[in-house]
């Protein structure tokens, strides 16, 4: 079956810290598809990354960043410097070949204070 | 690009009362959209699968004599709540997927619907 945990319920850090952000998935599928949602306070969700299984290269834009290692079946984000602007509730999801239904962690508040 | 609005943004209906939200994929063609609904400080609950030109998908538990779905073009999907009661409160969200990328799904910024 499918699943996606995200064990972090919250985190604060103070600005310029670094953060990661824990992203665990179940799925019996060689074809999938990771994704990351951020959801700030005014409830729009805005698409950061989508990564699929067969791409396992880190990748790196601005202050994030995503490490995708298939044998932990691990997909976390770490924001570098972080700012008071990326404070948002974050969500890791996870869709299979065969299924347009994405599958969303119980997500992550981050909480970056100055 | 890729962009999705939904209107409207905030309601306040009565009882027994039918409310309409509408989601639209302003600059791409969406032959797929998806109705979610979160309730406040959790994750996202799919409620239903709606594919232009055919009826809806819903998932489980969902009733769909409540929750009327209509896909009636390429960049627009309706959910109407009929008979609201004040349980059906709740932030809907729709995404659209376009057709012609890589199944990545655009979020719009969502209708908070409060029925008293």
């Known amino acids: 079956a499918q699943k996606v945990t995200q064990a972090q319920t919250e985190i604060s850090v103070v600005e310029k810290e670094d953060v990661t952000l824990d992203c665990v998935y179940e799925?019996?599928?060689?074809?999938?598809?990771l994704f990351w949602y951020k959801q700030p306070p005014s409830g729009e969700l805005v698409f950061l990354i989508r990564?699929?299984?067969?791409?396992?290269q880190n990748e790196i834009s601005g202050r994030y960043s995503w490490n995708f290692q298939k044998s932990t079946s691990s997909f976390n984000f770490t924001i570098t410097a972080s700012q008071v602007v990326d404070s948002a509730v974050y969500f890791c999801?996870?869709?299979?070949?065969?299924?347009?239904?994405?599958?969303f962690g119980t997500g992550t508040r981050l909480q970056v204070f100055p | 690009g890729a962009v999705v609005s939904q209107h409207p943004s905030w309601v306040i209906c009565k009882s027994g009362t039918s409310v309409k939200i509408e989601c639209r994929s302003l600059?791409?063609?969406?032959?797929?959209m998806f109705w979610y609904r979160q309730f406040p400080k959790q994750s996202l609950m799919l409620m239903a699968t709606?594919?232009?030109?055919?009826?809806?998908?819903?998932e489980q538990g969902v009733e769909k004599d409540k929750f009327l779905i209509n896909h009636a073009s390429l960049t627009l999907s309706t959910l109407t709540v009929t008979s609201a009661h004040p349980e059906d409160s709740s932030f809907y969200i729709c995404?659209?997927?376009?057709?012609?990328?890589?199944?990545?799904?655009?979020f719009g910024p969502g209708t908070r619907l409060t029925v008293l």
């Open positions: 995404s659209a997927r376009n057709s012609g990328g890589a199944d990545t799904q655009y």
């Open positions: 799925t019996r599928d060689t074809t999938y598809y």
């Open positions: 990564r699929n299984s067969f791409d396992e």
């Open positions: 600059d791409f063609q969406a032959t797929t």
């Open positions: 999801a996870l869709s299979e070949e065969n299924t347009d239904k994405l599958i």
């Open positions: 709606s594919n232009e030109g055919s009826k809806a998908t819903y």
